[in-house]
Structures are given as C-alpha cells and as structure tokens.
T-cell receptor, first 113, second 119 residues
Framework: KQEVTQIPAALSVPEGENLVLNCSFT??????LQWFRQDPGKGLTSLLL?????REQTSGRLNASLDKSSGRSTLYIAASQPGDSATYLC????????????FGDGTTLTVKP | NAGVMQNPRHLVRRRGQEARLRCSPV?????VYWYRQLPEEGLKFMVY????????ESGMPKERFSAEFPKEGPSILRIQQVVRGDSAAYFC?????????????????FGPGTRLTVL
C-alpha cells in the first residue's frame, strides 16, 4: 500500500527566503507525482506534474524534483512571498491504469511580511 | 474553458437525510475521481469512474455511499442516511486519460469541492 509523507507539517519563514518542502513515498512504482496548493477553505490548484521518467519540473519560482529510487520529491520555492502562504500537497499516482492518487497530509506554509 | 465544476459548494444536512453531490468534469474528460478530506486531514481517494463504469471503488465505504457517472450529465456522489462523521470536504477531479494504458500522463484537475456539514 502506497503511503505518502510530507515533512515538515508546518513551516514559517520570513518573506524573501528560499525554502524546500519534502515529500516521500513508500512504493517507487509510481506513474507520476503532482504538487498542489490549497488555500484555506478552497480547492486544489495544480502547481507541477512530474512524470516518472522525469527528474524535475520548473514553473516560475517553483522547482520540483523527483528521485523515484529513493522515494523522494522536493518542492523548492525561491524568494518566498506572503502570497505563497497556503498548504502544499504532494500526490503520487500509481503505475496502473487506475489513475488514482495518494496524497500526503500537506505542509502548511506561512510567509511573514 | 471551464474547469471542473462542483455543486453545491456548501451543503447542510441533518442526520439521516440524503446528500447528493454533483461534479461536471472538464469538457472532454471522461475520467472522474472523488476524494474526501476530513477536517485537519489530507485527501483520501474514494472512487474512480469512467463514463457509465465504476473502475475502482476501493476507498468508498461499503454502506450508504454510491457514485455514478452517466453517459449524459454530471457525476453524482450520493450519501444516504448521513451521519456526523460524513462532514467533510468532497473533491472531484477529472483527467483526459488513464495512466499507463494510454501512454500519456494522468494529470488530475480538481474542482472547488463541496463542503458537507451534517447537523
């Protein structure tokens, strides 16, 4: 059974800092890994999708890496801003045609002005 | 292009009533997933449907819960005889493809969720 863990559960940083969020998964036979952002009381916004054959993806100030063999992914946020404050969720999709995703419990990020 | 739409956004029911949650996927997407997020917890997979078929319902409680995705119209998640423990946010996601068999990645697009409160 796939299990996804995100560390830390919460993180508070001053504006402008670079930061790294961590995601680990127990079964390396994944199809892809997706990072999402969730604002309080809102839905999920997809940030980055990494296919199992890829090592990283970049979008603006965000960079996500994937190391399948060690079961780890990181989300790097450069020059953090107060608007980045949200909960960040990592989800892995298993390597079958079921397509369902297993989510971590998220890291709640607060960026202080 | 409209994204995934869910309604209602908020639903209040008394114990024992029925709750019906609707999800309209992104136009052209034929794969729908339902997830539940309990307060202060992560999202948990419930059920995966294609048009007129349930593909994987391994995460759905065996009793009181059912889901459908008819040929026409939205996907429906139905909860009968709701209890307080059913209070949660229910998210629907859609994707154009299903994983490995299509040879294409399986990016899921999420709706805004339906927040169910059972009194």
């Amino acid at each position: 059974k796939q299990e996804v863990t995100q560390i830390p559960a919460a993180l508070s940083v001053p504006e402008g800092e670079n930061l790294v969020l961590n995601c680990s998964f127990t079964d390396s036979a994944i199809y892809n890994l997706q990072w999402f952002r969730q604002d309080p009381g809102k839905g999920l916004t997809s940030l980055l999708l990494i296919q199992s054959s890829q090592r990283e993806q970049t979008s603006g100030r965000l960079n996500a890496s994937l190391d399948k063999s060690s079961g780890r992914s990181t989300l790097y946020i450069a020059a953090s801003q107060p608007g980045d404050s949200a909960t960040y969720l990592c989800a892995v999709s298993i390597n079958t045609n079921a397509g369902k995703s297993t989510f971590g419990d998220g890291t709640t990020l607060t960026v202080k002005p | 292009n409209a994204g995934v739409m869910q309604n209602p956004r908020h639903l209040v029911r008394r114990r024992g009533q029925e709750a019906r949650l609707r999800c309209s996927p992104v136009k052209g997407h034929s794969h729908v997933y339902w997830y539940r997020q309990l307060p202060e917890e992560g999202l948990k997979f419930m059920v995966y449907l294609q048009k007129e078929n349930i593909i994987d319902e391994s995460g759905m409680p065996k009793e009181r819960f059912s889901a459908e995705f008819p040929k026409e119209g939205p996907s429906i998640l139905r909860i009968q005889q709701v209890v307080r423990g059913d209070s949660a946010a229910y998210f629907c996601a859609s994707s154009p493809f299903s994983g490995a068999t299509s040879g294409s990645y399986n990016e899921q697009f999420f709706g805004p969720g339906t927040r169910l409160t059972v009194l």
